[in-house]
Each structure stands twice: as C-alpha cells, then as structure tokens.
C-alpha cells in the first residue's frame, strides 16, 4: 500500500506562484519515478511534470516549460513542484503519481499510483 501526503494548493493572483509538495510513505522501496498531473473541468488529465528518482531525468508539458520546476527527494521519495509566473489556465487539481517501472515520462499510463489531489486555483 502507497500512502500519499500532498501539500501546498491553495488560491494565487495571476503571476504569483506556489510550491507543491508530496511524499510517498508505505511501498517505496521499488519507486522509480514519481511527479504530478493535472485536470480541470471538463478538461482531460495533463501530465505537468514527472521526474526520475534515481537519475533525476525530468519531463515537462510544453504549457508549463520555463515557469514550473519539479526536484526530488529521492531519500525520502518526496517530490516538489515549484509553479512560477502562474496564469488562469493553470487552475486545477493537480495529483501526486509514482511509479515503479517509469523512467521519468509524463505519460499517464505508466503511473500505478494516485494521490488525492490539491487544488490550485489562479484568479485575481
């Protein structure tokens, strides 16, 4: 069993930013890759950033590119996601993944494990 602890949402004026946070307690041993997707009503599920444990490979949806940064902690499989000069658009649960066999990809298949989601909200 994966326990997921995330942290950090809340409500942010366009431009400001946040830091999200996640740890992943229970079966870690075989953890490869953890990171965080996204969703917004009556949108699909986006992968916002995903990063490997061990080589710290990182992957980043082109819409956040250059104002989002995710790091690990790979002692402790705690990841972090710093979200920079944050838009409207942004606005949504975002959901701490982990996987055991990824490299690092944002691609929503290869993530078995599923936080309960922090809810990010842009608006002035």
């Known amino acids: 069993q994966l326990r997921f602890v995330e942290s950090g949402g809340g409500l942010v004026q366009p431009g400001g930013s946040l830091r999200l946070s996640c740890s992943a307690s229970?079966?870690?041993?075989?953890?490869?890759?953890m990171g965080w997707f996204r969703q917004a009503p009556g949108k699909k599920r986006e992968g916002v950033a995903c990063?490997?444990?061990?080589?710290?490979?990182?992957d980043y949806a082109d819409s956040v590119k250059g104002r989002f940064t995710i790091s690990r902690d790979a002692a402790n499989n705690t990841v972090y996601l710093q979200m920079n000069s944050l838009k409207p658009e942004d606005s949504a649960v975002y959901y701490c993944?982990?996987?055991?066999?990824?490299?690092?990809?944002?691609?929503?298949?290869?993530?078995?494990?599923w936080g309960q989601g922090t809810q990010v909200t842009v608006s002035s």
């Open positions: 990063i490997s444990l061990s080589d710290g490979f990182t």
């Open positions: 229970g079966f870690t041993f075989d953890l490869e890759a």
């Open positions: 993944v982990a996987d055991t066999a990824s490299n690092g990809q944002c691609v929503e298949y290869l993530y078995d494990f």
